[in-house]
């Protein structure tokens, strides 16, 4: 590893809204599409989102994702 001390966090700035805006957007999919009655959409089937009754625990993550990205 490498470890470039001249880069700075504005250097950063333009990779980490990127990361923020692709969140985003996963994150408004998940809440267009998902029914919350349904539990935490956390393993995915055939390309879809599904829950499974030992996911239920990582319900808050939906949640936390939101919080952290808006």
């Excluded at 985003?24 to 009754?53: F, N």
Aim: hydrophobic content about 45%; proline content about 4%; aromatic content about 10%.
């Amino acid at each position: 590893m490498h470890i470039d001390d001249a880069i700075t966090p504005a250097d950063l700035a333009p990779q980490i809204n990127r990361v923020l805006a692709l969140a985003a957007d996963k994150v408004r999919s998940i809440d267009r599409i998902w029914d919350v009655s349904q539990g935490a959409p956390v393993v995915t089937v055939d390309g879809q989102y599904a829950s499974r009754g030992w996911t239920e625990w990582t319900e808050g993550f939906q949640y936390g994702c939101a919080l952290l990205v808006f």
